[in-house]
């Protein structure tokens, strides 16, 4: 042992020596036969569980637990890790631990295996793990059933809403809140009753049934005063502020802040963590997209910083929206690919940054990789008959389809959501599928339940005035386009510049083809854009290659762009395989010679 002190292998962390480095550890096991290895986790496991109790390592004691095969060990260590990791707050690794126990649950008791599951399921849920808490949820839920504990019937049966939901699956539509509102009719005043009333009220605004929202979440925030339930009153004030506004009541935006201040008083972080994207997505709606950003990354911080990881990934996945729609692009397609490809995130958080991907993909012409990617997105919805999912895909998959002129598609796609949204009034979807059904020629005006702004003044021909209150936003993609629908050449050619400073070559040729049919002249010669055609390049793809010429390394084309090293590095790889070459020497050469040839 002392040799292997020195030699730097391991260390004395009391009252044990440990690996310095995971490796080591890993290479040492790696090198022992599976009898002996075995043999030796028992050995360590005895040796460990020896201490008090106070001082017991129960998440060690369960890995060795599970590499000896000692299902008995297992339960208890594993279990006591979980509930350890969850006091902690360190949702993700309670998770792992309640899964490893699952397996062995039918050594337990009932009320043993239904309190494991339970665990396991909200854990889940918590981590963004929902297809894992579904599977818990109906494990405990079948446990319960006939058992006279209504109560906890009533618990899972919220549980399987959530996570359902969150998945993008409303087949089951409220069956879930229908059951759990029949087992508590009649019975007194409980916790259960309280976020039972809480989520019917969540279910009413997730459909745009504003009134009924508003009248479920005054039960809620009453329930839950009477039994002290801050999770229901903080969640329902929340619901309560969000769906006044959307009725027309300015002061909805207290109520919501008046939520989350109860969350944070009472710690109950999930809430908190709901309401921080809840008031950041009222910004954004109300176009006060700067202030908007800052929330987003506030709450950003609040979930990292208390593992609530399923929260973290939808904060993040709305921040890139509204990149997006700030002409943030390069941000969003480098924040996109950290959602989807490193971090991984499941299908609910997946659909913005695809969309994102999407979006800047059309707008720049690039339709193999953009329909790849929207084709992704509506497949995770396809079990979500419901505007919130359906109407966010569908102004996406329409703006795809009137860059390339296919108006049949938008009939048959988008019309019936723009018709939901104008029955239910909802005022986002209306101010975002009805200037797309517009353009399409599908109608002549706004609806009359379209709230005022800029959507709708650039339906009634104040183009201009609509582009000051988009920029002012600012969301230059769309200040663009209310330009673009004008007839006046001077709006024109602004929508033009617009267009070509966010890169976006599909509509700068829409506008110039707009300016020829009104015989202005289109403008031409040595512009970023047309130099960018060479090779199908984009006008950053040409800015990255121009210095790479000049022999700039990724790290120094980073700081001159004020990008970051992986977004240049992705320009990079995409200039290569558009001009053909293995290397960045070739890819300037190639350059030269298209530039040479005309």
Known sequence: VDECVGAGMLRFEAPAYVFRHELTRQAVLSGITPGRLGALHWQVMDRLRALPSTMRPYARLSEHADAAGDAAAILEFAVAAGDEAARL????????????AVPYAELLDADE???????RAHECQVADQHEAAIAAWSQALDLLRGSGRDLDVVDCLLGLDE????????????????????????????????????????????????????????????????????EAQA????????????????????????????????????????????????????????????QYEDAERYSSGRDLHGHLLCVIASKITLEVEMGRWDEALENSDDLLYVRNTGRASRIEPLM????????????????????????????????????????????AHLLEG???????EVLPWYDEAVALGDPDFLNDLAPLVWRAGLIDEPPENMPDGPAKLTMTGAHREAAALWAEAPAPYKAAWALLDSDDELDLREARALFERLDAPVLVARTDDKLRSLGAPVPRGARASTRSNLGGLTDREAEVLALLDEGLRNADIAARLHLSEKTVGNHVSSILAKLGATSRLEAVRRARDLAAAG
């Open 113 to 119: 295996r239904i309190a494991l599951l339970r665990k």
């Open 89 to 100: 707050g360190s949702h993700r690794e309670a998770a792992a631990q309640y899964g490893r």
């Open 235 to 294: 969640r329902s004030t929340g619901t309560l502020g969000l769906n006044r506004l959307y009725l027309g009541e300015v002061d909805g935006v207290e109520q919501i802040r008046e939520g989350l201040q109860i969350a944070i008083d009472h710690d109950e972080q999930d809430v908190a963590s709901r309401l921080q994207q809840t008031l950041a997505w009222v910004s954004q709606a109300q176009l006060r997209l700067a202030e908007a950003h800052e």
């Open 163 to 230: 996570s359902y939901f969150t998945i993008g699956d409303n087949s089951n539509g409220s069956a879930f809140i229908d059951e759990a509102l029949v087992l508590l009719e009649g019975t007194g005043p409980s916790r259960e009753l309280a976020m039972t009333y809480t989520l019917r009220a969540s279910h009413y605004s997730r459909i745009s049934r504003f009134r009924e929202a508003v009248e479920w979440a005054l039960r809620g925030i009453e329930a839950g005063r009477e039994v002290g339930c801050a």
């Open 356 to 399: 994102a991907i999407w979006l800047i993909a059309a707008r720049r012409g690039d339709r193999e990789r953009a329909w790849a990617h929207i084709d992704e997105a509506t497949r995770y919805i396809a079990r979500t008959q419901h505007l919130g999912y359906q109407g966010f895909v569908a102004v996406n998959r329409g703006e």
């Open 406 to 412: 296919n108006i049949d598609a938008i009939r048959d």
